[in-house]
């Protein structure tokens, strides 16, 4: 599933909490792309590409708390969550410690997404490791490294009228050199 859109993931968690028959729920939806490269001895042995997307939909009545989650997003599948914790929570005994969802919050912009991170394709990952092999060969030493970049996002609404979403990107890139 790729990267949704505020507005796309909006309209998924509002369908979600349509569903819901429980006194309080709240649907927590997160995915990321990742790309990665994998060397040793100085030659590329992997790359790779993982786009992964959750559910997760937490329902209570009354101190009654059940969570379920999924990685299916068909009508059928996302109405089968939303029952399985409303049926958990039927289950669960009561939590003296439990908490009350939120209710609407301000949040301020994302400072966790950089557009240049987002934008790594699979050529400019492969570029990288070779200028890092090319300083190796040159010192006649041996290289063995991992780049690996991701783009994400999060978002979450409850029955309460609670609405975030927040999207993220992360590069890692680590190297080895030995004489």
Not at 32 to 39: A, K, M, P, V
Not at 52 to 74: P, R
Not at 93 to 111: I, V, W
Request: aromatic share 8%; with cysteine; charged share 20%.
């Amino acid at each position: 599933m790729p990267i949704l859109s505020r507005d796309e993931a909006q309209a998924l968690l509002k369908k979600v909490l349509s569903y819901s028959k429980a006194e309080q729920c709240e649907v927590n939806l997160n995915g990321t792309d990742s790309g990665n490269i994998r060397y040793a001895r100085n030659s590329v042995s992997t790359s790779g590409r993982i786009s992964q997307s959750t559910l997760q939909v937490a329902s209570a009545f009354g101190k009654k708390l059940g969570i379920a989650t999924i990685n299916e997003f068909d009508d059928a599948s996302l109405e089968k969550v939303v029952r399985r914790a409303e049926e958990l929570a039927q289950l669960a005994p009561e939590n003296p410690e439990f908490m009350p969802f939120l209710g609407p919050q301000t949040y301020g912009p994302s400072k966790t997404f950089v557009q240049s991170t987002a934008d790594i394709t699979p050529k400019l990952r492969s570029d990288l490791v070779a200028q890092s092999l090319e300083v190796s060969k040159a010192a006649k030493a041996v290289a063995a490294g991992f780049m690996e970049d991701n783009t994400g996002y999060t978002a979450m609404m409850n029955s309460k009228g609670l609405f975030a979403y927040n999207t993220s990107t992360n590069t890692n890139f680590s190297i080895t050199v030995r004489t």
